[in-house]
C-alpha cells in the first residue's frame, strides 16, 4: 500500500489524531498540543472512528483537517488513513484519551534543527492505575517518525509503527493515560472488541509473542480465568527457544 505524498518542506511536523466518541478528555488532549501547532511548523489531522456529532464539532475547533473513516476493527487502517493525509517531514500520533503535561521539549527539538539527526523518537505514556493518579508506570513509547515511503503502522490491534533503522530520540515529555484504570463497563467494551482481533492475529502470525501477552490481560479484564491461564500457557510453549527474555517475564 502506497502511503507517502510529497512533503511540504514548509511542515515539518504532521500531528495525527484518532478519536472515538471520547468528548471529555478529546478536549484536553487538543488543548495540550495547542502549544506544538502554535510554535513548530505543524498541521493537525484529526481521523474520526465514530459517529457522535459532538467529537467532530469539537474537532472543526481546532482544525479543519478531519477525516472520516468507517470503522472495521482495524487500528492501523484507521492510523494509515491519517498517515495518507500527512504532508509533514516528521509524524507524531496520539490517542483522544491522552494529552501532554508539556511539549516545550519536543518543540525545540524541531525548532533546534535536531530532528535532522533522527529517524524516530519515543514520548513517555504515562499509564496510570487509579484515578488518583498517584500510581503509575511510564513506558517509552515510540509514537514520532521520519515520514518516508516505508513509514506505515501494521497489526490490527495493539498498532506498530514501522520504521526504518536509525537513531531514536528518547523524550522526558509525557502523556497523561487513564486508559488502564479500572472501569468495568469501558473494559467489558474493550475486551468484546479486542479478544476476537487478537485471535485473528495469533491465528495469522501465531509466533508474535505480544498477542499472547495482550490475550492474556484481556481474559485476566474480563474474568475469564481459564482462558487466560490456558493462552499464557500457550504463549509460554511459543517463546520456549526464542530469545527474548523480556516476553518469558511478562508471560511468567
Same mark, same amino acid.
Given at each position: ?53 459532538? /467529537?467532530?464539532?469539537?474537532? &472543526? #475547533? +481546532?482544525? =479543519?483537517?478531519? %477525516? ?9 487502517? @484507521? ?83 514501522? /520504521?526504518?533503522?536509525?537513531? &531514536? #530520540? +528518547?523524550? =522526558?515529555?509525557? %502523556? ?9 463497563? @469501558? ?66
Amino acid at each position: 500500500m502506497q502511503i507517502w505524498k510529497e512533503m511540504d518542506m514548509d511542515i515539518q511536523l504532521s500531528i495525527s489524531l484518532l478519536a472515538s466518541s471520547r468528548t471529555g478528555s478529546l478536549e484536553r488532549c487538543l488543548d495540550s498540543l495547542r502549544p506544538l501547532l502554535a510554535k513548530v511548523p505543524s498541521e493537525l489531522i484529526v481521523v474520526l472512528t465514530g459517529a457522535d456529532e459532538r /467529537v467532530r464539532e469539537i474537532a &472543526a #475547533r +481546532y482544525t =479543519d483537517h478531519i %477525516v472520516p473513516f468507517t470503522w472495521r476493527d482495524d487500528f492501523s487502517a @484507521a492510523r494509515n488513513a491519517g498517515l495518507r493525509e500527512a504532508k509533514g517531514e516528521w509524524l507524531l500520533y496520539i490517542d483522544d484519551d491522552e494529552w501532554f503535561e508539556d511539549t516545550e521539549e519536543i518543540c525545540t527539538f524541531f525548532l533546534s534543527g535536531e530532528y535532522h539527526r533522527y529517524s524516530s523518537a519515543c514520548y513517555i505514556q504515562r499509564n496510570y492505575l487509579g484515578w488518583s493518579g498517584t500510581e503509575y508506570m511510564d513506558y517509552h513509547a515510540l509514537r514520532m517518525a521520519k515520514r518516508t515511503d516505508a513509514l506505515r503502522f501494521r497489526g490490527p490491534i495493539h498498532e506498530e509503527l514501522a /520504521v526504518l533503522p536509525g537513531p &531514536a #530520540r +528518547y523524550f =522526558d515529555a509525557y %502523556v497523561h493515560h487513564y486508559g488502564y484504570v479500572k472501569d468495568l463497563k @469501558a473494559d467489558t467494551m474493550k475486551t468484546s472488541r479486542n479478544i476476537p482481533l487478537l485471535l485473528d492475529e495469533i491465528k495469522a502470525s501465531p509466533e508474535e509473542i505480544k498477542n499472547y501477552v495482550q490475550l492474556t490481560r484481556e481474559y485476566y479484564i474480563e474474568g475469564s480465568w481459564d482462558e487466560a491461564e490456558r493462552w499464557c500457557r500457550k504463549g509460554r510453549q511459543v517463546v520456549k527457544g526464542m530469545k527474548g527474555a523480556q516476553a518469558e517475564g511478562w508471560l511468567q
